[in-house]
T-cell receptor
């Protein structure tokens, strides 16, 4: 069974640009969560999608958005990039709403110059 | 404010040593405590604990949860260089309400 797949693995952008990250969950998993990881801050919850609906959103500005498609694949978009957005963005999938067990992808390392 | 605190932040040991990693939590809605190992990028699942006092084991790794004192420990015996990683713990209820700690960086030298 394939794991969680995230693309691209690495991205270099400049301030003001926008970026779209993609995540394909494990087959059969309907919940997709996104996290931002920076040194010293740990994993910060961005948002979670289930059945194409955003269930919850973390404490991030509106520049961070996402969506989920009918096949459970998810995309995350960051507009008007800032230097502080440089981070590892991790996507995780789970079977459904009642399980806390997350399966993570390898992440997208975003560098904003 | 909900929080999960891990200690120590960093640990350096030699192969064969036994280590104990700590995780304390203050989470409003709590059901599970999870441990992950992050070697390069993708955190990989180790344990999920929901009941107090019941030890979970996987090879040289074991973990236990104390819901009265609000903490969990992760033990690694006979450490190997392959155990070098960041160990993350998270507590919460449902996937959209998990709070992660900042992790413990473990380095195991030969």
């Amino acid at each position: 069974k394939a794991g969680v797949t995230q693309t691209p693995r690495y991205l270099i952008k400049t301030r003001g640009q926008q970026v779209t990250l993609s995540c394909s969950p494990i087959s059969g998993h309907r919940s997709v969560s996104w996290y931002q990881q920076t040194p010293g801050q740990g994993l910060q919850f961005l948002f979670e999608y289930f059945s194409e609906t955003q269930r919850n959103k973390g404490n991030f500005p509106g520049r961070f958005s996402g969506r989920q498609f009918s096949n459970s694949r998810s995309e995350m978009n960051v507009s008007t990039l800032e230097l502080g957005d440089s981070a590892l963005y991790l996507c995780a999938s789970s079977v459904g709403l009642s399980s806390e067990k997350l399966f993570f992808g390898s992440g997208t390392q975003l560098s904003v110059l | 404010e909900d929080k999960v605190v891990q200690s120590p932040l960093s640990l350096v040991v030699h192969e064969g040593d036994t280590v104990t990693l700590n995780c304390s939590y203050e989470v409003t809605n709590f059901r599970s405590l999870l441990w992950y190992k992050q070697e390069k990028k993708a955190p990989t699942f180790l344990f999920m604990l929901t009941s107090s006092g019941i030890e979970k084991k996987s090879g040289r790794l074991s973990s236990i949860l104390d819901k009265k004192e609000l903490f969990s420990i992760l033990n690694i015996t006979a450490t190997q260089t392959g155990d070098s990683a960041i160990y993350l713990c998270a507590g919460g209820y449902n996937t959209d309400k998990l709070i992660f700690g900042t992790g413990t960086r473990l380095q195991v030298f030969p």
